[in-house]
């Protein structure tokens, strides 16, 4: 019986186990059917990825394409305002030369009007009383020519012909000239009213432009004061130091460095500017006047550009404007030597004049003469030769204008040496450096017309200080000069 119990066991057993095998087979399916999921879900997870990686390399593309178009469009708008810019300069320049040919074609014979007026004037000194009412009067009216060739000349200077001429310079000085000149040109309805300072730092730079810029600060705030109310105008003049601070503050129409400086403020209470009208007010030609030519402040940045100065501008509509301008103060202390006037100087012996206009010969001939001195003329270079020939032993010294006809003065000057080499030659003209581009060897000197009875004698007195020849010169009390 034992042994068939153990019989049917195994049957027994083979037929549970046959049941439970069904449910492994099920799990194994969906193992399978899982793992063929997971395929698909890590292809699927694969190619989207490559999708986002393939996405990411355009968006890059196109990343750097719009970076590369931005690049392309900014240096095609940097180019047209390059282009816009030289057109402009090259309108401007059209402009300046034209301007420089009109100066040029009327410098040279205004020059010797000036210069007669201002040698007979200077003649006039000398034949009244000093310090007499017609003394002053003869005074005032060399200082008014000298202006009138300055400024004439500086024409030449805005259109970049010329070098300025450089000295230095109280801008006190300058604003009181400029007020007394002024008092009767104003409007009547517009006063001047002067606060400066006791002592201002002295400043280098050329005194005609200086005064330029002064002038047209000035009449461009009487412009700026309408009629029916009372205008009024204060400039103020001081020295001041600018720091950084000062440095970060607005309203500066041209940079600055630090250091001190000269300044002199020009404010007005007329009707203000907006700040359309502020942005354009230094653009060449641009005004707001019907009858203005638009190029006082152009001349005034121009000229504080060249002196190393600087410009702030506040305005208001209704409310005036202020202009404060800045030149750099001089480190040193001005030496007043040379307002000391020269003791009257005499001396003998033959000085050769060549000049081809009478009224500018004339006039060098009585200055001369009053120095104690015989005049030879001559109207041109053969005539100058031909006379130097005759009496080179004679002649001390010459005179030699630059513009000559038939010959010109740098040929002449080189005939002149070729005959005797020991005479010297001084160079006039009106060219704010007579010899330049002539190289001249062996030029005395060199003399700027038109020019004052001042300027002549020391000139004649530096260059005939050692005797040459037959010539000596002597002090006023009939001492001979030495070197």
């Given at each position: ?308 100065g600087g410009l702030r501008v506040v305005s ?95 040929e002449a000057f080189r005939a002149l040496r ?66």
């Open positions: 019986m034992t042994g068939l119990r153990r019989s049917k066991a195994p049957g027994a057993t083979g037929k549970a186990g046959v049941g439970k095998a069904l449910p492994v087979r099920e799990a194994n399916e969906y193992l399978v059917l899982a793992t063929l999921h997971a395929q698909t879900l890590a292809e699927a997870s694969r190619q989207a990825a490559a999708q986002v990686r393939e996405t990411n390399e355009h968006l890059v593309v196109a990343t750097v394409q719009a970076q590369v178009m931005v690049e392309l469009a900014e240096q095609a708008t940097a180019q047209l305002a390059y282009q816009a810019k030289v057109e402009a300069r090259m309108v401007q320049a059209q402009k300046l030369e034209s301007l420089g040919l009109l100066s040029s074609g009327v410098a040279h014979d205004f020059n010797n009007l000036i210069t007669t007026i201002i040698g007979y004037t200077g003649l006039g000194r000398l034949a009244v009383a000093p310090g007499s009412d017609l003394a002053s009067y003869l005074e005032a009216i060399e200082r008014s020519a000298l202006k009138a060739g300055e400024l004439t000349r500086q024409l030449q200077a805005y259109a970049g012909q010329g070098q300025r001429q450089i000295a230095e310079v109280d801008l006190g000085i300058v604003v009181k000239e400029i007020s007394h000149l002024l008092t009767v040109s104003l409007p009547g309805h517009v006063s001047l009213r002067l606060d400066l300072a006791d002592r201002v730092p002295f400043v280098k730079g050329d005194p005609t432009q200086i005064f330029q810029i002064v002038m047209n600060l000035i009449t461009n705030a009487a412009e700026a004061c309408p009629a029916g109310i009372e205008g009024r105008i204060t400039l103020r003049t001081c020295g001041q130091e600018i720091d950084q601070a000062s440095l970060e503050a607005g309203d500066w129409v041209l940079p600055m460095t630090l250091g001190r400086y000269a300044t002199l403020e020009v404010a007005d209470n007329g009707a203000g500017m907006t700040a359309k009208t502020l942005a354009r007010i230094f653009e060449p030609f641009f005004t707001t006047k019907q009858t203005g030519h638009g190029l006082g402040l152009a001349a005034v940045i121009g000229i504080l550009r060249g002196h190393g208001q509509p209704g409310h005036g404007s202020c202009f404060t301008l800045f030149l750099p103060a001089m480190a040193e202390p001005r030496s007043l030597a040379d307002l000391e006037p020269l003791p009257i100087w005499r001396g003998h012996g033959k000085l050769l004049i060549v000049e081809p206009e009478p009224a500018v010969r004339r006039q060098a001939r009585h200055l001369t003469e009053q120095l104690g001195l015989t005049v030879l003329e001559a109207r041109d270079g053969p005539e100058a030769l031909a006379c130097f020939r005759s009496h080179h032993k004679e002649v001390a010294l010459v005179i030699l204008a630059r513009e000559l006809p038939s010959l010109g003065g740098a070729a005959i005797d080499g020991r005479v010297p030659v001084i160079l006039s003209s009106g060219y704010r450096q007579p010899d330049a581009g002539l190289a001249l060897d062996g030029l005395a000197g060199c003399l700027k017309t038109p020019f004052r009875a001042a300027e002549f004698q020391g000139l004649l007195r530096r260059t005939l200080a050692t005797p040459v020849g037959p010539f000596r010169a002597a002090d006023p009390a009939g001492a001979p000069l030495v070197p």
